[in-house]
């Protein structure tokens, strides 16, 4: 019943927090994106800046964007909010606040059969931080064109996000940009399809494996504010929050672990009340 | 107390470097990049 609650409880939060940071209705009606002062500021999860309804940035799309520019080779506004986020919330942000990986819990709430544990998983992990080396950092940084301009490597060929709240609607809304369709879109495409395909069977393949956003909050999230606490003498080392744990966690060994989203699942499923998730409280 | 240092630490080190950030007008980059459509994030190229 808790359980129940509190599910509500996050989708609703999730639900809530995408609509307003996209809520820019004069963009689906084709009045062009929001450029209001507040497109400085990047949003905490992964929101395309080319959703119609984008009030902020994405926060990896600008990083890329100012490591690509000419004149820095180092973001300490995008680098600082990122830390921020990630000091005050780690991989909250990934829980409750990302339009991606609301997505995602709703592909998964799909029926079929799931998928518990991939094989090789402990090794796939590691990916989403080598993606964030090699697409996000290394490569709009080096691969530069003539005038010393780089691109945005991740977006262009990997973000799924890009594509399902920018790519999408963009070509519904725009008939120009859909007679410009090609090989990226359709590359694109597939990355999406294929990462929605497989997270209906697994839960958030993108979040584990291959999100850059998420790699810099798990480096957070052991020291973030926001954080599972375990009471040792409650626990009876049942295991049950290990088998609520979709994220493959197992709270009462590691409760901050990095892969950890702060879904709270396994608070609620504690029979001995022996983990609390939250800010810090004065005792 | 020590266990807060790490975070207190990561705190300070965020507050600043978004104020040099701003200080540099890394947000106007930002900005602009932000006000266009991004042809290569929706798949144009």
């Known amino acids: 019943m808790q359980k129940k609650h509190n599910n509500r409880l996050r989708l609703g939060i999730q639900i809530g927090f995408t609509a307003l940071s996209n809520g820019y209705l004069a963009g689906f009606l084709g009045k062009g994106l929001f450029k209001g002062a507040l497109k400085q500021v990047c949003l905490p999860g992964l929101n395309c800046y080319s959703c119609p309804g984008a009030l902020g940035s994405c926060p990896i799309g600008a990083l890329q964007a100012v490591l690509a520019d000419r004149k820095f080779s180092f973001s300490f506004y995008v680098v600082g909010l990122l830390i921020l986020f990630g000091a005050l919330f780690g991989r909250l942000v990934c829980g409750f606040l990302c339009p991606f990986g609301l997505f995602q819990d709703l592909l998964f709430k799909i029926p079929s059969k799931k998928i518990q544990r991939m094989p090789l ?31 945005p490597w991740f977006c262009t060929w990997i973000c799924p996000s890009g594509t399902l709240m920018g790519g999408i609607p963009q070509m519904i809304l725009d008939p120009n940009l859909r007679s410009a369709i090609g090989f990226l879109f359709g590359w694109k495409m597939l990355v999406l399809m294929l990462i929605a395909l497989f997270g209906v069977f697994h839960y958030r393949p993108f979040c584990k494996y291959l999100c850059p956003l998420g790699a810099i909050y ?66 | 107390m020590k266990r807060w240092i790490p975070s207190a630490i990561l705190l300070l080190l965020g507050i600043a470097f978004l104020g040099f950030g701003l200080h540099r007008g890394e947000q106007l980059t930002v900005m602009r990049k932000a006000i266009a459509i991004c042809l290569e994030c929706i798949g144009i190229g």
């Not at chain 1, 998983?121 to 010393?148: C, E, H, M, Q």
């Not at chain 1, 957070?220 to 009471?231: C, G, I, P, V």
């Not at chain 1, 609620?268 to 800010?279: H, N, R």
């Open chain 1, 121 to 151: 998983d402990r090794g796939l992990r590691f990916l989403k931080y080598a993606i964030l080396a090699v697409f996000v950092i290394w490569l709009p940084l080096s691969a530069t064109n003539i005038v010393g301009q780089g691109s």
């Open chain 1, 218 to 283: 798990a480096l957070t999230n052991r020291f973030s504010l926001y954080r599972l606490e375990l009471h040792p003498s409650a626990c009876t080392d049942c295991g049950r929050c290990a088998g609520a744990c979709k994220m493959g966690v197992d709270a009462h060994k590691t409760p901050n672990h990095p892969e950890c989203i702060r879904c709270g699942d396994c608070c609620t499923s504690c029979p001995s009340k022996a983990l609390s998730i939250g800010f810090p409280k004065k005792h």
